[in-house]
């Protein structure tokens, strides 16, 4: 089984997001004013502490004026061939 924490996917998603928030020029508690929720919880994100849902994503991506799809596509490209959940 893999790790859904640290995986390679889950890396690439972190990166993606950081990507596109510093993109769009703002900084986690920017972020975290967009999203109505603490800088705390971003960071979490960021960090990898937490993971998000397919629904926190597409909040994510429009509160990052990102593609989701886009943000999908960098982390299926991590993703091994093979890879188990």
Sequence with gaps: MTK???????????RALVEARKA?????AELATLL???QSFVA?????????D????VILSRA?????SV????VSS???????I
Excluded: F
Aim: with cysteine; proline share 4%.
């Design 64 to 68: 990052l004026e990102a593609d989701a």
């Design 44 to 52: 979490r994100i960021e960090s990898g502490q937490r993971r998000i």
């Design 54 to 57: 397919v629904p926190e994503l």
């Design 36 to 38: 109505k929720c603490h």
């Design 24 to 28: 769009k020029g703002i900084s986690q």
């Design 4 to 14: 859904s924490l640290r995986s390679e996917g889950h890396i690439a998603l972190i």
């Design 78 to 84: 991590a993703v091994p061939l093979g890879a188990r």
């Design 71 to 74: 943000l999908l596509t960098k």
